[in-house]
């Protein structure tokens, strides 16, 4: 009787999955489904791989630079799961782009001997998208979704019980004939990367046993950064090479590597192969990156607001016209970094360009007194 119940549940299962790829289940298209089925998964969750494409990615915490506090509570989290051989708790990292999120995910699950199978926000459109990746986890599996913030509401609901109960309720069928299937979930892991935390519901926010964020890099941890990964890809880099381009990469991991590859070709085709500090100060200003890692558009940001509209206040639109750019990129890319470094100010009456940004232009700062012009 029991091998007759439990069989019976997995064909419920089955005849869900099938439904929710947009196949009817009929004994004809069985083994086509089946098929179907195993693309769908294979191709949405990434299998834990030790040979990982991205060379640079640390796989342990000792080879992680930065973050110190962030480490810390991330170990202690690891270590007290492990010696109790329990699964961990949800986990919640958030922070700007580029900052080591996706890589943090994976030397948690290095770190505690754990599955990791990834997806993302936008790619789960469905209840049913999620049902295939919750069901296809083992015990203490991790699933790392990124971009967490940005699935749909109904998606999002199914994951309160799943978080909390480890369950999922889905409905069969339509209309008088539908009825209600438990699928019971084994004890998993939900890790959750966002850019943009104020985004996600209380709900689900309150569901995340420990929540980090990851801060911008300061230029010693950023020269570590550079030299690990010049190790890696053998690159011939001299320190002070490497400090030159920890101080314009805007406090970014990823964008330090990303300069580090374009000093490297720039030494390879014009000088001796050396990234040495002349050379990265050569190659960056090809890409118009000045000393304090403002690139061009940051440049006609500060340079709108003070010549064309007298240091601002100005209005959000208005420097979107003047320099031809959307309001989305100016403030998620650009605006962060100069208020961060000092350059502009957000008011309610519209952005403001500082003194500091009046003296990188060579002009002197407006006067906060002054009373503007009639005429």
Known sequence: MENVVKTRYLLICRQYVYTIIGENLTNTNLVKNQVMTEKFISSTLNKK????????RPLKFMDFP????????????????????????????????GLGKTTLAYIVANEKGANIKTSSGPIIE???????????????????????HRLNTTVEEYLYSAMEDFFIDIILEQGPGSRSVRLNLPRFTLLGATTRQGMLSAPLRSRFGLACRLDYYDAPELQQIIER?????NIDIE???AAEIAGRCRGTPRIANNLLCWTRDYAQVKSNNIVSSENASLALEMLNI????????????????????GGGPVGLKNICVSVSEDEGTIEEVYEPFLIQEGFMARTPKGR??????????GLNPKSKGAQPELF
């Open 290 to 309: 000045d000393e304090n890692g403002l690139d061009e558009m940051d440049n006609r940001i500060l340079e709108t607001i003070i010549h064309n509209f």
């Open 352 to 361: 403001v360009a500082t003194p500091k940004a009046w003296r990188k232009l």
């Open 239 to 241: 320190p002070d090479g």
């Open 66 to 97: 930065g973050q110190i506090k962030v480490k810390e509570r991330l170990e202690l989290y690891v270590e007290a799961a492990r010696g109790r051989d329990e699964s961990l708790g949800h986990l919640l990292l958030s922070g700007p782009p």
């Open 126 to 148: 469905k209840p049913g998208d999620l049902a295939g990746l919750l069901t296809s986890l083992g015990d203490g599996d991790i699933l790392f979704i990124d971009e967490i």
């Open 49 to 56: 791989d030790k040979n990982q494409d991205n060379k640079l």
């Open 229 to 233: 990964s010049a190790k890696i890809l």
